[in-house]
């Protein structure tokens, strides 16, 4: 190990940039709430809880931005699908 190292040429940021369409954040979950995705992570068998989070997050974001009669159709289909 060296006494001191030369860190002039270093940059600032991410060493593994993000890919496009991707932004890195930083965020604070609850730990019961990221518990419950490395849960259901660990229940499929493995993957990523991030990709999870995004996952319920767009579908949240598409069914929220869903008129309130496409809402009631889509919810009475799958109501009617589990009766059946």
Partial sequence: MKDEYD???????????????KTRITIRLDNEVLDWFRAQVDAAGGGNYQSLINSVLRDH????????????????????????
């Fill in 7 to 21: 860190f002039s040429a270093g940059r600032r940021g991410a060493i593994d940039p993000a890919p496009a369409g």
């Fill in 61 to 84: 974001v598409r069914h929220a931005a869903e008129p309130l009669e496409e809402t009631l159709r889509r919810v009475l289909r799958e109501e009617l699908r589990q009766s059946a």
